[in-house]
Structures are given as structure tokens and as C-alpha cells.
């Protein structure tokens, strides 16, 4: 186990020091799942607090109240971070967690439980997590974009590299019970992807439920509520906000020609064995 100043590794991933801890990640390794339970894995700043409510209004059977009255991180916590009751709770249990596949409960290998695996274009996740570390407190403000794109490309952020995270999670699929569903299809037809998602989950809406779960997820809905925009979370500067932008392809207002060639040869690369497809920009 290596540390730095905000982040140390524990079985090849990086984590922030000040909020996960190891005795918590090897219980959650070997935390019993069951087949209710519903698991919503993102890389760091890849829709995971858009899935949060998502899933959990689809649970609510879209029912509004359920995202105005608890805070997302109540009804759906993150698995990986104290004080996370995951294990007591009552089924259907749903989380979310950003671990790579080698370290998620053994049990979701068994098929125990349901995976949505949430990707976004990584030239969007970058640029939102470089703004991230530019609001949040507790990791290191980057000295400048170049600094951290550099970073990012070696894995030298949280949760190490996009391209494992991503590459080990679709190599491994088949161990899984598992969707992809990429953010971008999220942004571009909300209603067809809260469908697909409720297909997978074996969750049936009617049409005024599934509108409601629409609503209540737009970014502009949600950057308005409180309870689903994170505005109660500490460790965080005054401007800034963890529903920023909310949109595609606002990598172009801070990479350089450059940088996004050097981008796309390292993604070229790292990809070429991963068939997934990337919207990199809205039409
Ligand atoms: P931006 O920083 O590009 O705005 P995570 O929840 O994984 O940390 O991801 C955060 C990103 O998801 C932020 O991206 C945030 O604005 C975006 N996001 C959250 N809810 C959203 C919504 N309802 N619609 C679109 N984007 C959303």
C-alpha cells in the first residue's frame, strides 16, 4: 500500500485517503448479495448521482415524494463509503460505487445481484473532474488542466485509470449480470433509457410513472432539489457544484488541438480491443 497527500492504493486502485477505508472495502468484498440488489458502477464523474435518481425513483415507482423527502445518498448509498448500511438494509438494496470489478463483492461474480455500469466519453469525465477537484476539498487542487489531463492519463487520479476501470469491467461482463449504458444516452433520450433500464430490472412503469421519473431526473430538476444535488455534502469550496454542466462534449471549451490529439492516440490505443461506442459531442 503506497499513500500520498490525498490518495493511496490498495490492491492496484487509488482512493482518497480521507474518505475510503480498507477494513470497509474488504467487507464489502465479502458482503453476501442478493438477487434484488442492484449495484450502479461509474467511473468518478460519469452520471453517478443521475443514476442515484434514477434508480431511485424507478424504486419509488415514480413517486416524487421519495427524491423530496431523503437525500439521494440516503435512499441509495455509495457501497464503498462509511457510514454506508448497505449490508442491513432491507431488499431491494441499491448503491452505488465507483471499484473496479476485481473489487466489488465476489458474490455480484455468482450473478447475485444486478450491474448497471454507467460510462461517459472521457474526455467529458476528465474535464468534469478537473473542475471536481477545483470545488471538493479533500483532493489535491490540480496546478493546471495540462497537469491533470497528464494525470489522468496515467492513471494518477482516483480510482486510477479510466481505461482500466472501463476495460476490466467489459472484459469481465460475462461474470456479471450486467447493462452498459453510456451517459450520453442518458442526455440524448432520457425516457428511452429509464425504459431500458427498467426492462433490465424487471420494473414495470406505466406511462405517467415513467414521465415522472423523467421529470424528476432532468438536470434542471435535479441541480434545483437539494436532496439530489448533493448541496449537503462538506468539504467543498464555495463556488462551483457537483451538477456543473450537465452536458456533452464540453471537453472542446478546455482541451487544446494538441491535447485532443494526444487524447485520441492514447484512446486508440488503450481501446482498440473494447467495441463500446463514444458520443463525443451533441448534434
Ligand atoms: P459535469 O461536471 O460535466 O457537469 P458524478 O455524479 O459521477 O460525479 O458525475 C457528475 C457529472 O454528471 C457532472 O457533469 C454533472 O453535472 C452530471 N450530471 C448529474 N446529473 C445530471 C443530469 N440529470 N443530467 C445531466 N448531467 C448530469
Excluded at 481501446?271 to 463525443?280: R, Y
Amino acid at each position: 500500500m503506497s499513500r500520498n497527500y490525498d490518495l493511496y492504493q490498495y490492491k492496484g486502485c487509488n482512493f482518497i485517503t480521507s474518505i475510503h477505508h480498507i477494513e470497509k472495502l474488504e467487507e464489502m468484498y465479502h458482503c453476501e448479495m442478493r438477487d434484488s440488489d442492484v449495484v450502479a458502477i461509474t467511473y468518478p464523474k460519469s452520471g453517478t448521482v443521475w443514476m442515484q435518481q434514477i434508480l431511485n425513483l424507478i424504486y419509488s415507482d415514480g413517486d416524487a415524494a421519495a427524491v423530496q423527502s431523503k437525500s439521494t445518498m440516503e435512499h441509495v448509498p455509495w457501497m464503498e463509503i462509511p457510514p454506508s448500511n448497505f449490508q442491513t438494509r432491507p431488499s431491494p438494496r441499491l448503491c452505488v460505487s465507483h471499484l473496479p470489478q476485481h473489487l466489488v463483492p465476489a458474490g455480484l461474480k455468482k450473478k447475485n445481484g444486478k450491474v448497471i455500469y454507467v460510462m461517459r466519453n472521457p474526455k467529458d469525465v476528465v474535464v468534469s473532474l478537473y473542475h471536481f477537484q477545483n470545488y471538493i476539498t479533500v483532493l489535491s487542487t490540480p496546478s493546471s488542466f495540462e497537469d491533470f489531463l497528464e494525470k489522468f492519463l496515467e492513471g494518477k487520479v482516483i480510482f486510477s485509470s479510466w481505461f482500466d476501470h472501463i476495460h476490466d469491467w467489459y472484459t469481465h461482463r460475462d461474470e456479471f449480470n450486467i447493462l452498459f449504458i453510456s451517459y450520453e444516452e442518458l442526455k440524448q433520450d432520457l425516457r428511452t433509457s429509464v425504459q431500458k433500464l427498467c426492462d433490465f430490472l424487471g420494473k414495470k412503469l406505466d406511462d405517467e410513472k415513467l414521465d415522472t421519473v423523467v421529470k424528476q431526473s432532468t438536470f434542471k430538476n435535479m441541480k434545483m432539489n437539494p436532496l439530489a444535488n448533493y448541496e449537503n455534502v462538506e468539504n467543498k469550496n464555495l463556488s462551483g457544484a457537483f451538477l456543473r454542466k450537465g452536458i456533452i462534449g464540453d471537453w472542446k471549451n478546455l482541451f487544446t488541438v494538441a491535447q485532443s490529439e494526444k487524447f485520441d492516440q492514447v484512446f486508440q490505443e488503450r481501446m482498440q480491443d473494447i467495441p463500446l461506442k463514444f458520443i463525443w459531442d451533441c448534434k
